[in-house]
């Protein structure tokens, strides 16, 4: 059996070695922090500027391979980029300025989704418009063409589910390939 004394002696002696591993372990933990590069800060303004040029990019690029499906001709030029620069017009002011001057109140925020709605419908009417012009210039073969691209361009539903078929309840084959170019995701 161990003395007292033995066990008192022992105990300071536990102390101070446990004292000194905690310390070099903070000071490895603490050295490994500094070594490390600082998080690159949190810019939601520069997460929104480059989804808007992306879909700005990806835009043009489904309206030109729709202007060389539908084969424009330079006499059909000028409704064309009518409808082009329709497209690709932005919506409105649907950031609604800095958070402080958002409505808080119920009232106000209807009326800030109302705004938002009416911008977003007169845009659609300028769609509409142009369509309509363009339409007027198209041959009736590019109308045909246009008209089948039109309607499968916005389908509500899944595109692709897992079973492979693309949300439709009858599982009808899908339209052909040359017609989807509007289509955000082509099939084979």
Excluded at 100 to 127: E, K, Q, S, V, Y
Excluded at 159 to 183: N, S, T, V
């Amino acid at each position: 059996m161990k003395t007292m004394q033995q066990r008192k002696s022992f105990c300071p002696l536990a102390t101070v070695a446990a004292g000194i591993v905690l310390a070099f372990g903070m000071q490895a933990t603490a050295n490994a922090a500094d070594t490390a590069p600082p998080a690159p800060p949190h810019d939601a303004h520069k997460m929104e500027h480059d989804w808007a040029r992306h879909r700005q990019e990806w835009m043009k690029k489904r309206l030109e391979k729709a202007a060389e499906h539908l084969g424009i001709q330079p006499s059909q030029q000028e409704a064309w980029q009518g409808y082009v620069n329709a497209v690709e017009s932005p919506i409105g002011n649907g950031d609604a300025g800095k958070p402080a001057d958002r409505p808080t109140d119920a009232a106000g925020i209807a009326r800030l989704r109302a705004d938002f709605a009416a911008a977003h419908a007169a845009r659609m009417m300028n769609i509409a418009n142009a369509t309509a012009r363009l339409q007027d210039v198209l041959t009736p073969e590019q109308q045909k063409k246009f008209n089948r691209m039109i309607a499968h361009a916005h389908r509500p539903g899944p595109r692709h589910a897992p079973d492979g078929h693309d949300g439709r309840e009858d599982h009808r084959p899908p339209p052909p390939h040359d017609d989807m170019l509007l289509h955000d995701q082509a099939r084979p």
